[in-house]
């Protein structure tokens, strides 16, 4: 079989063919992935505001598009906060033609170890439109009274 026949069987279904009708488009298919990638990249690298308050200790932490069934919140032994969590997306797209699975994962941790003055009992979270809220309130600190 000679190499000439072959490329004239189908031509509008050839990627060398700049006319053809199947077209790929390799800056969306990167557009795409570079996205995933960003949303991955966010939830590793998360950023968590510490914020003390006269009554409690307020941890923030940006989680877009994260379930709270994804992060844990703990108090270990050593007065010591550990907020970690753990994603992997999969993302399936098909086509008559073709079929592609893109898949992500991350993961992070951060701990933090607290003051004498944290009730480490009563810790609170709470998440709402991917913002993660740790709440460690303080001991009240007793005053001493004036005479």
Do not use: C
Not at 5 to 17: G, K, W
Not at 27 to 37: D, E, G, I, T
Not at 117 to 128: F, H
């Amino acid at each position: 079989m000679s190499l000439i026949p072959s490329l004239f069987r189908n031509p509008r279904n050839s990627p060398f063919d700049p006319f053809s009708m199947e077209m790929w488009d390799p800056f969306n298919a990167l557009s795409q992935s570079l996205s995933s990638a960003r949303d991955t990249e966010a939830f590793v690298n998360a950023q968590i505001d510490w914020k003390e308050t006269p009554e409690a200790h307020i941890f923030k932490a940006d989680l877009p598009g994260v379930k709270k069934e994804e992060v844990k919140v703990e108090v270990e032994d050593g007065r010591v906060l550990q907020i970690s969590g753990q994603r992997s997306r999969e993302k399936e797209e098909k086509n008559d033609k073709w079929h592609r699975v893109e898949r992500s994962s991350g993961k992070f941790l951060r701990r933090f170890r607290l003051p004498e003055n944290a009730k480490l009992d009563e810790v609170k979270a709470s998440m709402e439109n991917g913002v993660l809220t740790v709440t460690v309130p303080k001991v009240e600190e007793k005053k001493p009274q004036v005479k």
